[in-house]
């Protein structure tokens, strides 16, 4: 049987235990348009990532009736004693810990809506040559970053050097070694399938959890907002972003968008680190200008003059996006944002 792209594992085809950091110790995290490198770990993040699989595989808990999943790392399975449900683990030993129901609508979404199906074919793609020749020839972006991400990378080192993250939404690539990733499918450095707003962990288990541009594609974005402080330790923190002045982009749906108030009023459980600006006023226009010029020319949104709009919009416009490194700093910039970045933490 096959679920979401992969075969289910046979215990022969298990990975050997050994170190998988660094398949992907230089990876890049996609944020809208702006692209963040992370620093690589090296070697000397292999035990450590060990380590840190060790204890997710000791903090699951059944989807289903929310009891502690008694898992062993590198089983071909993982039933629950409690009500019986029995859950696949992957190829690459990625755990499939989803609500049948919910695992059943995720792979029609995915196998079925066009906007998926572009999404899952950009995924699968991460990392191949031809995707780097496209990106290569790609003119600079059109938004301007504030960086905010690297500005507060110390989350990932919150609870020292076996912190665990989990990023909700995270895969395709791995935005740093301790980020254990959770996502709907299993993508390329997906460590769990599984669902944001029905998250598989016990309660206070994890140090850190990250919800980079995802919010937008939940349907119940409160769900997801009370299990991300429900996994996270007292004191732990949660980092956003969220999308404001920004085009409809199904990854695979999208239902919302977020004013600074709208965030503070989902976040009201967190005690506020910050909350500022990511991609300001200018970046919004032009992301805007340029899905307008798609729809204004005929046939604009189809794949050949689409990526011509894009290339020639892009390298005319990139330059102004600068202009955002002097209004994010005026409060008014908030009215018109392209997103925000949030960082609260869990009281103690
Ligand atoms: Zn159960």
Request: net charge positive; glycine share 8%.
């Amino acid at each position: 049987m096959r679920a979401h792209g992969r075969a289910e594992a046979r215990p022969d085809e298990l990975p050997a235990k050994g170190c998988v950091c660094c398949r992907g110790d230089r990876q890049v995290a996609r944020i809208f348009e702006a692209v963040t490198d992370f620093p690589g770990s090296g070697g000397i993040m292999c035990d450590a990532r060990e380590v840190l699989l060790q204890r997710l595989w000791d903090s699951f808990r059944c989807p289903v009736c929310h009891e502690r999943l008694p898992s062993k790392q590198g089983s071909s399975e993982l039933l629950c004693r409690s009500c019986g449900t029995d859950f696949p683990v992957l190829t690459g030993g990625v755990p499939l810990l989803l609500v049948p129901a919910q695992r059943a609508r995720f792979e029609r979404i995915l196998n079925e809506e066009p906007a998926a199906k572009r999404m899952v074919a950009e995924y699968r793609s991460h990392g191949t040559w031809r995707k780097r020749i496209r990106d290569f020839l790609k003119p600079p972006s059109i938004v301007y970053d504030e960086n905010a991400a690297r500005k507060y990378s110390w989350i990932y080192d919150a609870a020292g050097a076996e912190t665990m993250v989990l990023s909700i939404g995270g895969g395709p690539g791995r935005e740093n070694p301790r980020v254990i990733n959770l996502n709907v499918d299993a993508f390329d450095s997906v460590d769990i399938v599984g669902d944001g707003a029905n998250l598989p962990l016990i309660d206070e288990s994890v140090d850190t959890v990250t919800c980079n541009a995802v919010i937008e594609h939940v349907r119940n974005p409160l769900d997801l907002i009370s299990e991300m402080h429900r996994i996270l330790k007292p004191g732990g923190y949660a980092q956003l972003m969220v999308p404001f002045v920004f085009p409809f982009h199904a990854y695979p749906c999208d239902f919302q968008r977020y004013t600074t108030s709208g965030i503070l009023e989902l976040t009201s459980r967190f005690e506020k680190v910050e909350l500022c600006v990511l991609t300001g006023p200018t970046s919004a226009l032009l992301v805007l200008l340029r899905e307008y010029l798609r729809l204004l020319i005929p046939g604009g949104n189809r794949p050949f003059l689409k990526t011509v709009l894009n290339g020639l919009s892009g390298w005319i416009s990139f330059p102004f996006k600068y202009l955002d490194r002097w209004l994010n700093r005026k409060p008014e910039a908030a009215h018109l944002a392209a997103a925000f970045y949030y960082l609260g933490r869990k009281p103690r």
